[in-house]
């Protein structure tokens, strides 16, 4: 038999190296690997920077003081000032952050199964010595810590950037708007990880790397819709009952999602819509037995409690799509 | 024991696999013995990617098992051992050459680098090149080269060379049978071109209508039976004589015959050649199949003509 000497043409090189389908599967992916790493990178260079100066900002015109429900005139100026420097650029930069899932369901996910089965590559590498199975747990895996890492990075990097503009400006920046929501904190990777499977997965089925894009990008506006339909339900909602106020009894810088009239005895009555035209507001409603009101809302402080409960979501459907792709391959190996 | 040479490289039993367009391959039994280069021949549609599907574990077998020198196609052993070559070779177009022989090597604990890398020299190609930028008989050198550096105990072609120039054919086939040679491997190879698998093959297994119907050596395949040239259609055959198929016109008739006794009984009878064997059964998809002892497989459900 042959001796164990085996050479190799191209240099060694110092270093970690990849080795098996872990470098397989980087080969691959590499062209879109080093661009994912390369925008994570820069984002977190710019968010860095700008922390920097917007924290210089903050301290120097005060803002600190500036908080509370009544504003000074002073306050509310510096307040609109410093947003047109800080707040303003920040918006474009979060809204885009909603094609960041798209983004790795589409190019990552999209193409990851669906060309090797449209090709007939994945008949190449199913008949080396790697199991189909650890094949494609590295297939789904690698870019799946890939995602993890970039969209990590560039969710830290924007909360980073976001957080001293949110805090200064309070109400004025709301926070449960679905910019910021979902461009910052831990709903970006997760959001990022569901995509990626979703685009994995129905390339799988669907065989055809421009259809799996296409679904991808249908199926995905559709969770997008989903989820943004029950966001408001993700983490319990708050009730406040005030009396005596014909203001919602909230928080300024609360997301307020219901309220209405209360009675004398403190039950929910119907809006005397035609009191608001009268002279005396407080008089005509008081006449109609409402004095006081309700509100249900979620405070500043569930925005990372929503934020966990949706990427969990996220992370349980991705799951449940890794199952659902797991059974595809066992049913239809090839 | 895997390299015991009484377990069969390949060994069917009852295998069956039905796509939803019906069966393409039924009920099919036999064995290869392992060291053959086995010739497996058929029309389109016969069966033949799919058996070699089922070897290479790409596909599941509806019923009946196979199994590759005792293992199971997916089992390790089996994997370790088994290179296939399909008919698209698809390799990535994106890759280098150099990185399609990495993959061989990150991918199979018996990569032999050497081996795969003499393939590759032999017909110039450049490592560094993309393979999406190579000819077809560049990119067919590719995958071989990728199948034989993983020192395969078998190896299962489905029809590899079919887009290939003559001279390059010669020469896959030519570095092919040196490498089996050498490591005593088994050599499956699906053609259509019978002539370019009879200086080649020493076994023979042809499927026609979804099942084996000749399998064994080539030269006791041949002798058993006999080519009638020459004689009329009304003319009856000999006894102990049976017409397997018969071609030609008015003129002159020439009928493939299977027979039991090996002498030739008189003039215009003759061995007939490994081409008119395979066209004699291609011709009648309805013959008895004939299986020699060696590709028999004990308790199996075939009918073996006497």
Redesign the interface.
């Given at each position: 038999m042959?001796t164990a000497t085996?050479?190799?043409?191209?240099p060694v090189r110092r270093g970690p190296r990849l080795?098996?389908?872990t470098?397989?599967i980087w080969?691959?992916n590499r062209t879109a690997f080093w661009i994912g790493l390369a925008v994570a990178a820069a984002v977190a260079c710019y968010a860095l920077v700008q922390h920097q100066h917007i924290a210089a900002a903050v301290t120097a015109q005060h803002l600190d003081a500036c908080q509370g429900h009544q504003l000074s005139e002073r306050c509310l100026s510096r307040l609109t000032t410093f947003g047109q420097q800080y707040q303003f650029p920040m918006r474009r930069p979060l809204q885009a952050m909603l094609l960041l899932p798209f983004l790795f369901g589409l190019f990552l996910g999209g193409p990851q199964l669906a060309q090797e089965l449209e090709?007939?590559?994945y008949?190449?590498?199913?008949?080396?010595?790697?199991?189909?199975m650890r094949w494609f747990a590295a297939k789904l895996g690698v870019p799946l810590a890939m995602t993890v890492l970039v969209s990590g990075v560039i969710a830290a990097a924007m909360t980073w950037w976001w957080h001293p503009v949110a805090k200064a400006m309070g109400p004025m920046f709301p926070w449960h708007q679905w910019y910021p929501f979902y461009g910052v904190g831990p709903v970006v990777v997760g959001l990022s990880v569901l995509f990626y499977l979703l685009g994995a997965t129905l390339g799988l089925v669907l065989r055809r790397t421009v259809l799996a894009m296409g679904a991808t990008l249908a199926v995905g506006a559709g969770l997008f819709a989903l989820l943004e339909a029950v966001r408001p339900r993700l983490w319990p909602v708050r009730t406040a009952y005030a009396q005596h106020t014909s203001e919602p009894p909230a928080p300024l810088d609360a997301w307020q999602l219901a309220d209405g009239p209360l009675s004398k005895e403190g039950h929910r009555v119907s809006e005397a819509w035609d009191c608001y035209a009268a002279g005396d507001i407080k008089q005509c409603l008081a006449s109609r037995g409402i004095t006081g009101r309700w509100s249900e809302y979620h405070p500043a402080s569930d925005l990372w409690p929503l934020q966990w409960t949706a990427t969990g979501l996220c992370l349980a459907l991705g799951v449940v799509l890794i199952a659902l792709s797991l059974w595809w391959t066992r049913r239809n190996?090839? | 024991m895997t390299d015991s040479p009484n377990v069969p490289a390949i060994e069917t039993v009852g295998l069956g696999r039905r796509y939803r367009r019906g069966w393409a391959l039924r009920d099919t039994s036999f064995r290869l013995p392992a060291g053959r280069v086995c010739a497996l021949v058929g029309p389109n549609g016969a069966g033949k990617t799919t058996l070699l599907?089922m070897a290479?574990?790409?596909?599941?077998p509806t019923t009946g098992t196979i199994t590759l020198s005792g293992h199971r196609p997916?089992s390790?052993q089996a994997?370790?051992s088994?290179?296939?070559l399909?008919q698209?070779?698809?390799?990535?177009p994106r890759?280098r050459v150099?990185?399609i022989l990495?993959?061989?090597?990150?991918?199979?604990?018996?990569?032999?680098?050497?081996t795969a890398?003499s393939v590759i020299d032999a017909g110039q190609v450049p490592?560094n090149a993309r393979v999406g930028t190579l000819s077809g008989g560049q990119a067919t050198r590719v995958?071989f080269a990728?199948a034989l550096g993983?020192?395969p105990r078998l190896m299962l072609l489905d029809e590899p060379m079919a887009d290939l120039d003559p001279l390059v054919r010669h020469q896959m086939n030519d570095i092919l049978q040196a490498e089996a040679r050498r490591h005593g491997s088994t050599v499956v190879m699906s053609s259509h071109l019978v002539s370019e698998l009879e200086s080649a093959c020493d076994y023979l297994v042809l499927v026609n209508n979804g099942t084996v119907r000749l399998a064994g050596e080539v030269d006791l395949l041949l002798a058993e039976h006999r080519q009638l040239t020459g004689h009329h259609r009304q003319e009856p055959v000999p006894d102990g004589y049976q017409v397997i198929a018969t071609s030609g016109d008015e003129g002159g008739h020439s009928s493939l015959v299977r027979t039991s006794h090996a002498s030739p009984p008189d003039a215009g009878h003759r061995a007939p050649t490994l081409e008119e064997l395979v066209l004699g059964y291609l011709r009648a998809p309805d013959a008895p199949a004939l299986l020699t002892p060696s590709a028999r497989v004990d308790g199996g459900m075939e009918v073996v003509a006497a």
């Open positions: 042959s085996t050479r190799s043409r191209t080795r098996g389908l470098w397989l080969r691959q090709s007939g590559t008949r190449t590498v199913a008949t080396q010595s790697v199991t189909r190996p090839a | 599907s290479a574990d790409l596909i599941t997916g390790v994997r370790q088994t290179a296939f399909s698209q070779k698809a390799l990535y890759f150099s990185e990495r993959m061989g090597r990150e991918l199979n604990p018996t990569w032999h680098q050497e890398e490592m995958a990728l993983k020192r």
